[in-house]
């Protein structure tokens, strides 16, 4: 039995404060086991998530509760484009969707030193993953900038048809002076950032 299933659902255990912060290499296998649980997100191994969690932790944010990681977001800022953040997976516990979390990972994930220079968002999706397109159409709409969309990895040409095309999603070019100034959307108000 691995720590992900000898956990304590969220809902069994008191409320505490939820903090956001960017992961550390102990948090990879938490992590690990929370993509492993989320629909939509392709599992990947150990090592990758520790590489998350190390070399790419600055751009990144995962969510706590309870010593429980409940929600993450990996990024970099791809080499050759210093303006732009791009955001390879997302994952939010089910008992925790739905309460503006992700957009406030994000948000912190933006307003960190890491991302001074950056302009754009860069995601992509599958055409069926209508929350993952919600929170970054949502996400656009709030920072007032275009959304642009087209296929980065095409079904045929580039999966062989293992896997659904990957729509790029591009957003931006944006300010991030909307986003520090707004107070956070978070509902449950404990919501600590650090
Ligand atoms: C996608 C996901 C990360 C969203 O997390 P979340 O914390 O529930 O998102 P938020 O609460 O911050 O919502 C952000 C916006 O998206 C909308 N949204 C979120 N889930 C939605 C859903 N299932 N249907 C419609 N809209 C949705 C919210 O209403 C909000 O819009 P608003 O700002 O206009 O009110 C979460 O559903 C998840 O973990 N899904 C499984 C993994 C996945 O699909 N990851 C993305 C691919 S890598």
């Not at 304590?8 to 929370?34: C, G, W, Y």
């Amino acid at each position: 039995m691995n720590s992900f299933q000898e956990g304590i659902s969220s809902q069994e255990r008191p409320r505490q404060k939820l903090t956001i912060r960017n992961p550390k290499p102990t948090d990879a296998i938490s992590v690990h086991n929370l993509i492993r649980a989320s629909a939509f997100v392709d599992d990947n191994s150990p090592y990758l998530y520790l590489l998350v969690c190390s070399h790419f932790a600055k751009t990144s944010a995962i969510a706590e509760r309870n010593g429980e990681t409940v929600g993450v977001i990996s990024g970099y800022i791809p080499p050759e484009q210093p303006d732009t953040l791009f955001v390879w997976q997302v994952a939010v516990d089910p008992m925790m969707r739905r309460q503006g979390l992700a957009r406030t990972m994000l948000k912190s994930m933006l307003l960190g030193e890491a991302c001074k220079n950056v302009r754009f968002i860069d995601t992509t999706v599958t055409a069926d993953n209508s929350a993952s397109r919600r929170l970054f159409t949502s996400f656009a709409n709030k920072l007032d900038c275009p959304l642009n969309e087209s296929v980065l990895f095409d079904r045929k040409e580039h999966f062989l048809n293992l896997h659904d095309s990957e729509h790029l999603l591009r957003i931006g070019p944006f300010s991030i002076a909307p986003l520090a100034n707004e107070e956070t959307n978070n509902p449950t108000k404990e919501l600590e950032t650090s």
